[in-house]
């Protein structure tokens, strides 16, 4: 089981750890080798000693999405870890400085901008024909080739247009670098490729500037201003900047998904042929816009966000979810065997349904202190395993099932809050024949509350308490 700290000389799978290169805020990044690989590679793992489980939802979505992604533009994968053991993703290692260190001097020469945003621009559109978002492009992310080629890393945020948004699901809150943000991710909205256009833009404006269009917002509310508050024209800082260059460096930041660039093709092409490229009111400006209207512009807002979010790309129609909750406490393989039935039964009566295992853990047993077991086994990567192996038999495809581990005071109030902001379509509880009120009291506020049909699993053969976790 996946261990809460990891040191230099320990073996995973077979790949020797032999330097930690980088600690972030979700996973650390090791050096290591294995007797069947020439290349260099290198292995991301996941946090596990923090207390907080958040940042294996993200892991998931980046093991989920590069096993999806080839080609130049991203990292080679080589093996993922499977989190019944040792969640881990192994990739090629890509050598040189990301781009974040090489801007870290200040500005750029305008000549290495068009360049290195024409090479971003290819990868992004890359990427997006894989039926990627990023939507956390910075320059912390982007690394480049010895040929130029630029690669993008770091998919935690991202979203698969084929595959569960697990993080839109789990986290009901905007994601992304406040600094890139694009005003519709604001929103949640995670559907929209153009998000990492505008990411891009902020990129090519910090470049060409040194500075960042819309300062460095400490929280989520400010990256609101974007909307009312145009950032300082290129030119305020770079007299002599081309007129095309500042054109599709504003394009890219504009409010509205439908003012900038369509696709990350379209960018590339104007970025190799800047002459061509049309000019408008954008090209000239010296300026940010003045106050008044800047002011009717706040006075609009409320409109304007409205308008971006009616402009944002829509996800497709999402398959019905059959959420089963399922209680993995010690003694109850009974109930557990019977939820599985349950859930086979649901799935064929539904077509197209796509399975979400659920299981709630009461806030009192995540204390840091309780963070592993007296093994050192990370709980939560264990709670997942757990889910995982109870619906291995099922065989499902990634995009017909999802594991979700969440916390809350009230068990109850826990799984009926993942039913109604993810609008599940059937839910499957277990329930004893026989238990106490407070058995009782947790499957009546469930199926009296539940936002859509609920079938309470009974084994006659388990103990009375086994509803007291859902």
């Given at each position: 089981?996946a261990?809460?700290?990891?040191?230099?000389g320990?073996?995973?799978?077979?790949?020797?750890?032999?330097?930690?290169?980088?600690?972030?805020?979700?996973?650390?990044?090791?050096?290591?080798?294995h007797?069947?690989?020439?290349?260099?590679?290198?292995?991301k793992?996941?946090?596990?000693?923090?207390?907080?489980?958040?940042?294996?939802?993200?892991?998931?979505?980046?093991?989920?999405?590069?096993?999806?992604?080839?080609g130049?533009?991203?990292?080679?994968?080589v093996?993922?870890?499977?989190?019944?053991?040792?969640?881990?993703?192994?990739?090629?290692?890509?050598?040189?400085?990301?781009?974040?260190?090489?801007?870290?001097?200040?500005?750029?020469?305008?000549?290495?901008?068009?360049?290195?945003?024409?090479?971003?621009?290819d990868?992004?559109?890359?990427?997006?024909s894989?039926?990627?978002?990023?939507?956390?492009?910075?320059?912390?992310?982007?690394?480049?080739?010895?040929g130029?080629?630029?690669?993008?890393?770091?998919?935690?945020?991202?979203?698969?247009?084929?595959?569960?948004?697990?993080?839109?699901?789990?986290?009901?809150?905007?994601?992304?670098?406040?600094?890139?943000?694009?005003?519709?991710?604001?929103?949640?909205?995670?559907?929209?490729?153009?998000s990492?256009?505008?990411?891009?833009?902020?990129?090519?404006?910090?470049?060409?500037?040194?500075?960042?269009?819309?300062?460095?917002?400490?929280?989520?509310?400010?990256?609101?201003?974007?909307?009312?508050?145009?950032?300082?024209?290129?030119?305020?800082?770079?007299?002599?900047?081309?007129?095309?260059?500042?054109?599709?460096?504003?394009?890219?930041?504009?409010?509205?998904?439908?003012?900038?660039?369509?696709?990350?093709?379209?960018?590339?092409?104007?970025?190799?042929?800047?002459?061509?490229?049309?000019?408008?009111?954008?090209?000239?400006?010296?300026?940010?816009?003045?106050?008044?209207?800047?002011?009717?512009?706040?006075?609009?807002?409320?409109k304007?966000?409205?308008?971006?979010?009616?402009?944002?790309?829509?996800?497709?129609?999402?398959?019905?979810?059959?959420?089963?909750?399922?209680?993995?406490?010690?003694?109850?393989?009974?109930?557990?065997?019977?939820?599985?039935?349950?859930?086979?039964?649901?799935?064929?009566?539904?077509?197209?349904?796509?399975?979400?295992?659920?299981?709630?853990?009461?806030?009192?047993?995540?204390?840091i202190?309780?963070?592993?077991?007296?093994?050192?086994?990370?709980?939560?990567?264990?709670?997942?395993a757990?889910?995982?192996?109870?619906?291995g038999?099922l065989?499902l495809?990634?995009?017909?099932?999802?594991?979700?581990?969440?916390?809350?005071?009230?068990?109850?109030?826990?799984?009926?809050?993942?039913?109604?902001?993810?609008?599940?379509?059937?839910?499957?509880i277990g329930?004893?024949?026989?238990?106490?009120?407070?058995?009782?009291?947790?499957?009546?506020?469930?199926?009296?509350?539940?936002?859509?049909?609920?079938?309470?699993?009974?084994?006659?053969d388990?103990?009375?308490?086994?509803?007291?976790?859902?």
């Amino acid at each position: 089981m996946a261990k809460a700290q990891l040191d230099t000389g320990m073996t995973i799978d077979g790949f020797l750890l032999e330097e930690r290169l980088h600690r972030g805020g979700m996973a650390a990044i090791w050096r290591v080798s294995h007797p069947d690989i020439a290349f260099p590679i290198v292995m991301k793992v996941p946090l596990l000693d923090d207390g907080d489980h958040s940042q294996l939802v993200g892991f998931e979505v980046e093991q989920m999405i590069m096993a999806e992604l080839s080609g130049f533009q991203v990292p080679k994968l080589v093996a993922i870890g499977e989190f019944t053991k040792q969640p881990y993703i192994v990739m090629e290692y890509v050598g040189g400085p990301t781009l974040l260190k090489r801007i870290a001097g200040g500005r750029l020469p305008l000549d290495d901008v068009v360049t290195l945003s024409t090479a971003i621009a290819d990868a992004l559109a890359d990427l997006h024909s894989q039926h990627v978002l990023h939507l956390d492009l910075k320059p912390a992310n982007i690394l480049f080739r010895t040929g130029g080629e630029a690669v993008i890393i770091d998919f935690g945020l991202s979203r698969h247009e084929h595959l569960p948004d697990l993080l839109d699901e789990q986290y009901h809150r905007p994601t992304g670098t406040t600094e890139y943000m694009a005003p519709e991710q604001l929103l949640r909205v995670r559907s929209d490729k153009r998000s990492d256009i505008f990411g891009l833009g902020a990129i090519m404006y910090q470049m060409a500037t040194g500075e960042l269009p819309f300062g460095a917002p400490g929280r989520m509310k400010e990256v609101r201003q974007r909307v009312w508050r145009d950032p300082y024209p290129p030119r305020k800082f770079l007299p002599d900047i081309e007129p095309s260059l500042q054109e599709v460096i504003l394009k890219c930041l504009e409010p509205l998904p439908t003012e900038r660039y369509a696709s990350a093709e379209e960018l590339a092409f104007d970025l190799r042929h800047l002459d061509l490229v049309e000019l408008t009111e954008r090209s000239g400006r010296a300026e940010r816009s003045d106050f008044k209207i800047t002011f009717g512009r706040w006075r609009r807002v409320r409109k304007t966000m409205r308008a971006i979010e009616a402009a944002a790309t829509k996800p497709a129609p999402r398959a019905p979810i059959i959420l089963v909750a399922v209680d993995l406490r010690p003694g109850l393989d009974h109930l557990r065997q019977a939820l599985f039935e349950a859930a086979v039964n649901a799935l064929a009566n539904i077509p197209g349904a796509r399975l979400a295992c659920l299981n709630v853990m009461p806030t009192s047993l995540i204390a840091i202190d309780d963070n592993a077991d007296k093994a050192g086994d990370s709980i939560h990567v264990s709670r997942i395993a757990e889910l995982r192996v109870w619906a291995g038999p099922l065989q499902l495809p990634r995009s017909k099932i999802t594991y979700h581990l969440i916390e809350a005071r009230n068990i109850a109030n826990g799984v009926l809050d993942f039913a109604k902001s993810n609008k599940v379509d059937h839910l499957v509880i277990g329930a004893p024949t026989s238990g106490g009120a407070a058995a009782n009291k947790l499957t009546m506020q469930i199926t009296a509350e539940a936002p859509c049909a609920v079938t309470v699993v009974r084994a006659s053969d388990i103990a009375p308490e086994a509803a007291v976790q859902a």
